[in-house]
């Protein structure tokens, strides 16, 4: 089951004035990730915009880490091994996601290679799944 759709009450000119949860009278289902939604609940709350961009960037600071990760297992600089057996298994458990990801977007992507949202597909550009990214795997 997918994230709940919300409704939101628009003026005269399409602006968004109010946001539900439920349906209510003439309110119109849009989708969470609305670009006019987003708007208007970054207006009311800015700090959210804020806390949005920094998953943004936490979340490319780790691939960052990965990739730095397997350049140095690669130039044998450290061991996989080297890691806590905890750092160990989030590191094979995230070369597993990645591994399937590509898989179904290989399954299901567009012409250009993607699933219709450049962010996704920029987001492994130049990963090889197989070897944990770009310049090889951890083992």
Known sequence: MGRPMPYVQLDENNHI???????????????????????FIFRAH????????????????????EDLIDVLIE???????DFPEAAQKKLLERRGFRKEFS???????????GLGDGAITGAI??????KGGPSGGFL
Do not use: W
Not at 125 to 130: K, S, T
């Open 17 to 39: 004035v109010s946001v539900f949860a439920e349906p209510v009278d003439g309110a119109v289902e849009v989708s969470p990730d609305d670009p006019a939604l987003k708007e």
């Open 75 to 81: 130039k044998g600089v450290i061991m996989f091994t």
């Open 103 to 113: 898989y179904v977007q290989n399954l299901f992507g567009n012409e250009q290679g």
């Open 46 to 65: 800015p700090e959210l915009e804020q806390r949005e961009k920094l998953e943004k960037s936490d979340l490319a600071l780790a691939r960052v880490m």
């Open 125 to 130: 550009d130049g990963a090889d799944p197989d």
